[in-house]
């Protein structure tokens, strides 16, 4: 049986309880290729039963909540299989799990978070932000992993007073800093009208970025090891 949700967590642990004893339980966020006579249903959100849910997991291990949210935010097809068996499994040893490497189910979670922090520590330096004729700031990214609101408190204390945007394109949503408060909403599309130094500022980085750089020295493959091309999109020195 393939159990489709909705994607929250309330209705992934609503979904995980009632396929928890199915021993042919695929649970999925996403559209999937179905095999001949496969069964589907798709899970409603029940607060109540994953409020239990998470209650129960959580004595088992006070690290639950966090892990459930990480490896939910991934952006692996696999996500949805790796956070079903990673907790059966706490479910079942009614104790934390987490180093137990030699447990493939395990094994996958920790790699899925990993990248997740890993993506994340990328992102506070690899975010650029633009300076709007308003004079607040505007960042479009494209991460693999849904981190956007995790991106914004690291900002909010670096540029404390300043408002700014920190637009995910590719889920088409935003996180938003006024100068005092913090919110998150959808976002189709941005149109962004430059500040008159933008310009300015842009071509000073670039020829910043040329100056440093050593012709003769030059380590592309080290250097996209470093900086993968896939973030270079919406960074100032590459477009």
């Known amino acids: 049986m393939i159990y489709f949700y909705d994607g929250s967590q309330d ?40 409020a239990r849910a998470r209650e129960r ?12 949210d990480r490896l939910l935010r991934s952006g692996s097809e696999s996500k949805d299989a790796v956070a079903f068996a990673y907790f059966q499994l706490l479910a079942q040893k009614k104790r934390p799990v987490r180093g137990m490497l030699a447990e493939s189910a395990v094994l996958a979670a920790e790699e899925l978070m990993r ?10 330096g690899f975010i650029r932000f633009t300076e709007s004729a308003s004079g ?4 479009p990214i494209a991460p693999d992993n849904d981190v956007c609101d995790l991106v914004l408190p690291h900002f909010k204390a670096r ?15 935003a996180a938003v800093y006024d100068g005092e408060n913090v919110f998150y909403a959808p976002l189709e599309r941005a ?10 500022w842009q071509s000073l980085w670039k ?21 993968p091309v896939r973030y270079r999109k919406f960074m100032t020195e590459f477009t």
């Open 11 to 50: 209705a992934f642990l609503t979904a995980f309880v009632r396929a928890f004893h199915d021993p042919d339980a695929r649970l999925t966020s996403t559209r999937c290729q179905l095999t001949l006579g496969q069964e589907t249903v798709f899970v409603n959100n029940d607060p109540a039963c994953a």
């Open 57 to 68: 997991l959580s004595s088992f291990d006070k690290h639950f909540a966090h892990d459930l």
């Open 115 to 124: 990248k997740i922090s890993h993506e994340l520590d990328r992102m506070h």
């Open 136 to 139: 607040a700031l505007y960042a």
């Open 159 to 173: 540029l404390p007073g300043f408002p700014f945007v920190i637009h995910d394109v590719k889920r088409k949503k």
């Open 191 to 200: 149109e962004v009208v430059l500040s008159a130094d933008e310009d300015g």
């Open 207 to 227: 020829s910043y970025f040329s100056a440093v750089n050593i012709p003769s020295r030059e380590r592309l493959k080290q250097q996209r090891s470093y900086l």
